[in-house]
């Protein structure tokens, strides 16, 4: 049993009255029939599809190998639109981080990443019948798998004793009456505190993402696969390849290995070392590093003129070693450089005004939110999205910038050029639901809206309000040191309120249009939080019942009858036509 009147003040099926308290039975928490498919995977992967990734049931669970980065297993699942819904899944990790996804067709929702066994839980509402959920083993290349199973799909049909509600409830009155009463919608503004963030928008936005491995017998198991052996002192032998005194310019190399004008990390080891050197070299004219002595060696670099793979002896005097463990495989996905290079960075290196590293194409709606590590050691670097979002560093950190409507995104060399790095890059989307006006940009770590102080500019979202309704508006104003704020409520041509102080500001309005419309005027500078409308429908103001010291007794007055319940033989008269006897 719980004693509501300490959480609302409408109750729908009051279950029993004491002194001082309404008590009712709270239900237990409940969930409607399962609507995934085949959850379990006793039904093999019937019912999944896959992306980057191979998928197959091993000991009853999923197993998501990735043939490539951000593998997965996916699902479509029909659901009722503006319903909750309980996604759960039981995760077992064994290589890569994983979490789950959904997608109503407008909105990403991301549930918590675990590196680690244990289940994982996520609540939507869609905005749509159909559902995409994704089970998602997080960057990892090929060769790398997650186990899953238990995926369980169903609705939240769990109540809510904090009743806000459009439609009739009662609650009972100081007199122990049931009463009928109305009181304000759910709520009608969507971010409201400016804290949703969007998905990752940039791939491979920490340089980290490796292709699978393309060459063959890199560990020279067996005499095959490359070119140049058996031959000027190259053999291939106790897992080594090895040579003895070979002469200069001889090749040993593998062809079809690369793509000209893509980027490669090269791995290797060297031992045995006597004499002479060998130079790598990816697709021809991408020479990466020569070698000349004991150890284990990683280089970067771009294949150019051919796609082979090349070790060149270059000792003038014959080359003694062995190498092994030989590894190419394609980095910098999603990238395109002009200059620098990248390794598990972007490495610039340039002294003049010059383009440097940059996705194509670039081109979203909406406004978004920029993260990235910056390294400037001499010059300055040029960020620029488009459309006027661009800015200058000249200094070392981490940096955050809010660009809207981007038509393209690289970094650039400015001026007297750019020495130094770019790294862990992000590009996520907030703001959503809102539009901003020049000056206008979001704080989603610190949970507001946020104007510069420019001229006159405003933030509104769209078909919130009906006109002609009674709404109940909350905003709070922080930081605010000049101007004020104007509420334009439904006709974005009409001042309704202005605010030219901080605090929470809560207003009785009837819309005259469909827009929530705040602009900036008179030098405003601060900033907006905490933004509610809810729909009046009656009664707005239904203060909780005190029962404290409360009876029925004390409400209803004395008991004008005198031994009702007739405890003893007095106060009634004996009628014997009736029978009547008090015993």
Same mark, same amino acid.
């Given at each position: 049993?719980?004693?509501?009147?300490?959480?609302?003040?409408?109750?729908?099926?009051?279950?029993?009255?004491?002194?001082?308290?309404?008590?009712?039975?709270?239900?237990?928490?409940?969930?409607?029939?399962?609507?995934?498919?085949?959850?379990?995977?006793?039904?093999?992967?019937?019912?999944?599809?896959?992306?980057?990734?191979?998928?197959?049931?091993?000991?009853?669970?999923?197993?998501?190998?990735?043939? $490539?980065?951000?593998?997965?297993?996916?699902?479509?699942?029909?659901?009722?639109?503006?319903?909750?819904?309980?996604?759960?899944?039981?995760?077992?990790?064994?290589?890569?981080?994983?979490?789950?996804?959904?997608?109503?067709?407008?909105?990403?929702?991301?549930?918590?990443?675990?590196?680690?066994?244990?289940?994982?839980?996520?609540?939507?509402?869609?905005?749509?019948?159909?559902?995409?959920?994704?089970?998602?083993?997080?960057?990892?290349?090929?060769? !790398?798998?997650?186990?899953?199973?238990?995926?369980?799909?169903?609705?939240?049909?769990?109540?809510?004793?904090?009743?806000?509600?459009?439609?009739?409830?009662?609650?009972?009155?100081?007199?122990?009456?049931?009463?009928?009463?109305?009181?304000?919608?759910?709520?009608?503004?969507?971010?409201?505190?400016?804290?949703?963030?969007?998905?990752?928008?940039?791939?491979?936005?920490?340089?980290?993402?490796?292709?699978?491995?393309?060459?063959?017998?890199?560990?020279?198991?067996?005499?095959?696969?490359?070119?140049?052996?058996?031959?000027?002192?190259?053999?291939?032998?106790?897992?080594?390849?090895?040579?003895?005194?070979?002469?200069?310019?001889?090749?040993?190399?593998?062809?079809?290995?690369?793509?000209?004008?893509?980027?490669?990390?090269?791995?290797?080891?060297?031992?045995?070392?006597?004499? $002479?050197?060998?130079?790598?070299?990816?697709?021809?004219?991408?020479?990466?590093?020569?070698?000349?002595?004991?150890?284990?060696?990683?280089?970067?670099?771009?294949?150019?003129?051919?796609?082979?793979?090349?070790?060149?002896?270059?000792?003038?005097?014959?080359?003694?070693?062995?190498?092994?463990?030989?590894?190419?495989?394609?980095?910098?996905?999603?990238?395109?450089?002009?200059?620098?290079?990248?390794?598990?960075?972007?490495?610039?290196?340039?002294?003049?005004?010059?383009?440097?590293?940059?996705?194509?194409?670039?081109?979203?709606?909406?406004?978004?939110?920029?993260?990235?590590?910056?390294?400037?050691?001499?010059?300055?670097?040029?960020?620029?999205?488009?459309?006027?979002?661009?800015?200058?560093?000249?200094?070392?950190?981490?940096?955050?910038?809010?660009?809207?409507?981007?038509?393209?995104?690289?970094?650039?060399?400015?001026?007297?050029?750019?020495?130094?790095?770019?790294?862990?890059?992000?590009?996520?989307?907030?703001?959503? !639901?809102?539009?901003?006006?020049?000056?206008?940009?979001?704080?989603?770590?610190?949970?507001?809206?946020?104007? %510069?102080?420019?001229?006159?500019?405003?933030?509104?979202?769209?078909?919130?309000?009906?006109?002609?309704?009674?709404?109940?508006?909350?905003?709070?104003?922080?930081?605010?040191?000049?101007?004020?704020?104007?509420?334009?409520?439904?006709?974005?041509?009409?001042?309704?309120?202005?605010?030219?102080?901080?605090?929470?500001?809560?207003?009785?309005?009837?819309?005259?249009?469909?827009?929530?419309?705040?602009?900036?005027?008179? $030098?405003?500078?601060?900033?907006?939080?905490?933004?509610?409308?809810?729909?009046?429908?009656? %009664?707005?103001?239904?203060?909780?019942?005190?029962?404290?010291?409360?009876?029925?007794? !004390?409400?209803?007055?004395?008991?004008?009858?005198?031994?009702?319940?007739?405890?003893?033989?007095?106060?009634?008269?004996?009628?014997?036509?009736?029978?009547?006897?008090?015993?």
């Amino acid at each position: 049993m719980s004693n509501l009147l300490k959480d609302a003040s409408i109750l729908l099926t009051p279950t029993g009255y004491d002194n001082g308290s309404m008590n009712a039975i709270k239900p237990e928490v409940a969930f409607g029939e399962e609507l995934s498919t085949n959850g379990d995977f006793s039904n093999g992967t019937t019912g999944w599809s896959n992306g980057s990734s191979t998928l197959s049931v091993v000991d009853g669970k999923l197993k998501i190998l990735a043939t $490539g980065s951000f593998s997965y297993a996916r699902q479509n699942i029909t659901v009722v639109s503006g319903k909750k819904y309980k996604i759960s899944v039981n995760f077992f990790y064994n290589s890569l981080a994983g979490n789950i996804e959904t997608f109503d067709g407008t909105t990403n929702t991301i549930s918590e990443q675990l590196s680690k066994d244990g289940v994982i839980t996520l609540y939507v509402t869609p905005n749509s019948t159909n559902l995409r959920l994704t089970l998602l083993n997080r960057s990892g290349g090929s060769g !790398d798998f997650n186990y899953w199973d238990n995926v369980s799909v169903v609705e939240d049909l769990s109540g809510d004793f904090q009743f806000e509600r459009n439609s009739a409830a009662t609650r009972v009155n100081a007199q122990g009456l049931v009463e009928n009463v109305q009181i304000i919608s759910p709520e009608l503004v969507s971010n409201g505190n400016f804290s949703q963030i969007g998905t990752e928008e940039v791939l491979n936005g920490n340089f980290s993402q490796e292709g699978s491995e393309l060459i063959t017998n890199g560990g020279f198991d067996t005499d095959s696969d490359w070119n140049g052996i058996n031959t000027n002192g190259v053999t291939i032998s106790n897992g080594s390849l090895n040579y003895s005194d070979t002469t200069l310019n001889h090749n040993v190399s593998q062809g079809s290995v690369v793509t000209i004008g893509k980027s490669y990390k090269v791995t290797l080891t060297v031992s045995n070392y006597v004499k $002479g050197s060998v130079l790598i070299i990816v697709g021809a004219g991408g020479s990466l590093q020569e070698v000349s002595s004991n150890g284990t060696f990683t280089m970067y670099g771009v294949a150019s003129i051919n796609t082979t793979f090349y070790f060149q002896a270059r000792g003038t005097n014959g080359t003694s070693l062995s190498i092994d463990n030989v590894s190419v495989k394609e980095v910098a996905q999603n990238w395109t450089f002009t200059n620098g290079t990248i390794t598990d960075k972007y490495n610039a290196s340039m002294t003049a005004y010059q383009s440097g590293v940059k996705i194509t194409p670039f081109i979203k709606t909406g406004t978004f939110k920029v993260v990235f590590d910056l390294v400037v050691t001499s010059g300055s670097c040029k960020f620029d999205a488009g459309g006027g979002n661009d800015e200058i560093y000249t200094t070392s950190g981490t940096k955050e910038k809010i660009i809207t409507n981007p038509t393209k995104f690289e970094f650039n060399a400015f001026n007297l050029g750019w020495v130094g790095s770019l790294d862990n890059i992000s590009v996520k989307e907030v703001g959503q !639901d809102w539009s901003l006006g020049t000056g206008w940009s979001v704080d989603q770590a610190n949970s507001k809206a946020v104007f %510069d102080g420019g001229a006159d500019s405003a933030i509104q979202q769209s078909s919130v309000l009906t006109s002609g309704l009674k709404y109940k508006l909350s905003i709070d104003v922080l930081d605010r040191t000049t101007g004020s704020l104007q509420v334009r409520f439904g006709n974005t041509g009409s001042v309704d309120e202005t605010i030219s102080a901080n605090g929470t500001f809560t207003y009785i309005l009837i819309s005259d249009g469909t827009s929530l419309y705040f602009r900036a005027t008179g $030098g405003f500078d601060g900033s907006i939080s905490n933004i509610s409308v809810k729909e009046i429908t009656d %009664d707005t103001n239904i203060p909780r019942i005190n029962y404290e010291g409360f009876s029925y007794q !004390d409400t209803l007055g004395n008991e004008e009858v005198v031994n009702g319940d007739f405890s003893v033989d007095s106060n009634w008269a004996k009628i014997s036509i009736y029978n009547f006897l008090i015993s």
